[in-house]
């Protein structure tokens, strides 16, 4: 099965992680949860979820996972300056593996200067910050674009764990 790594710090919007990481564990994938050090308590912002990092950023390589998923809410603009994890998500999209990003997790994306010429959907707010680094904005529930699975809030996790795990079906039978 696939290896999916969750790149969190604290504040992230709790469902956003908790929904897609249970279904990933469900479907018989590894989740591993990467921060910026390892062993850190990662809290949500509503109190309702909280995960230690398995891995700091620095111990792993984007090679030896399947997918990375982006959790929204403020954990991105705690990720967003951090090099380590822009090379991350950069050596992803070489690779042409699944970038998944939902809410204000786009904003890596804008960091690491991968959203010139794709199709994104984010936190509608955020619209104005996706169009100005090259991205074709869309509101809807989930945009696919190649590698890119995105989604707007917590209402389109469903959309956004169905694409996910689509992706990691199509990441495990290429690699049959």
């Known amino acids: 099965m696939s290896k999916v790594a969750f790149l969190l710090a604290s504040q992230f919007e709790d469902s956003e992680m908790k929904v897609p990481y ?16 390892k062993d850190e308590t990662l809290k949500g912002k509503r109190g309702e979820a909280s995960y230690t990092a398995d891995k700091a950023i620095s111990e ?7 997918a990375v998923v982006i959790p929204g809410g403020s954990s991105p603009e705690g990720l967003r300056s951090d090099p380590g994890i822009l090379n991350f998500v950069k050596e ?20 690491a200067g991968l959203l010139k010429g794709r199709t994104i959907t984010s936190y509608p707010p ?51």
Not at 92 to 111: E, T, V
Request: proline share 4%.
């Open 22 to 37: 249970e279904a990933v564990k469900e479907a018989g994938h590894e989740a591993v949860v990467i921060g910026l050090k």
């Open 126 to 176: 955020l619209k104005d910050d996706m169009v100005n680094a090259g991205a074709t904005f869309k509101d809807e529930e989930v945009v696919v674009d190649q590698n890119f699975i995105t989604s707007r809030t917590p209402k389109d996790e469903p959309a956004f764990v169905r694409e996910l795990l689509q992706s990691l079906k199509v990441s495990v039978s290429s690699q049959n």
């Open 60 to 66: 792993v390589k984007a090679a030896d996972y399947d």
């Open 92 to 111: 992803f999209n070489s690779a042409g593996k699944p970038i998944a990003a939902i809410c204000h997790g786009p904003q890596i994306l804008i960091s």
